[in-house]
């Protein structure tokens, strides 16, 4: 056995809860999302989890829901790096955008391929596929290394972000990423193996 990686997608933002765009822009976490972080937190200790060293974006509210959650962990003093690799995907000039009101200008059809595609990327934006690029090299580089280390590892990052590196982990294709989702604030305990393939997956559900 290697180690244990803990991948969390941030407690609901004040974007998520308007219905805008976000990608790169930082809008901080509603009273809703500051609950789910420290929900999450207190349920990665009811299992007995400690941890290593932990990886978190540039954007605040994946920073903030890591530091809600080590609060509830005991463990506010804990390594934490911050990349930008880690950041959500670049929705360029749909950022800050209603996304009904973006559905209006360019069509409910356009609008699903630019969210939900693999390899179409927003005007000025960036594709999962995009986010795959940056975000597999600093996960591959920084965050496996400690895992297959044997320690027990934490990331507080976003729904992209965090779908890139499940694609990897869990050997999806193109295809099966397009519907795969991460809820807000819903731990997902990959346990890996010394041959980097997981072991066993667990998913904390509010």
Not at 15 to 40: C, Q, R, V, Y
Not at 134 to 158: E, S
Not at 181 to 205: C, F, Q, R
């Amino acid at each position: 056995m290697a180690g244990t990686l803990v991948l969390v997608r941030h407690g609901q933002s004040e974007w998520n809860l308007k219905n805008l765009f976000t990608g790169w822009k930082d809008p901080d976490l509603t009273d809703k999302g500051i609950e789910e972080a420290k929900a999450a937190g207190k349920a990665l200790k009811a299992r007995g989890l400690t941890f290593d060293i932990a990886f978190t974006s540039h954007l605040c509210r994946a920073q903030n829901t890591l530091k809600l959650m080590l609060a509830e962990l005991g463990q506010e003093d804990l390594e934490t790096k911050r990349d930008e690799a880690l950041n959500e995907r670049d929705y360029g000039d749909l950022s800050g955008l209603n996304k009904d009101d973006a559905r209006a200008k360019w069509g409910e059809e356009q609008v699903h391929v630019w969210r939900r595609s693999y390899d179409v990327p927003p005007p000025g934006g960036e594709s999962l596929k995009d986010t795959l690029a940056r975000t597999l090299p600093y996960f591959v580089t920084d965050i496996l290394p400690a895992v297959m280390q044997g320690k027990t590892v934490l990331v507080a990052a976003h729904g992209n972000s965090l779908r890139s590196i499940c694609m990897v982990l869990e050997r999806l294709g193109k295809d099966e990423i397009v519907g795969f989702e991460i809820a807000t604030g819903e731990p997902m305990i990959y346990e890996l193996g010394s041959d980097t393939l997981v072991t066993e997956k667990t998913v904390l559900a509010k």
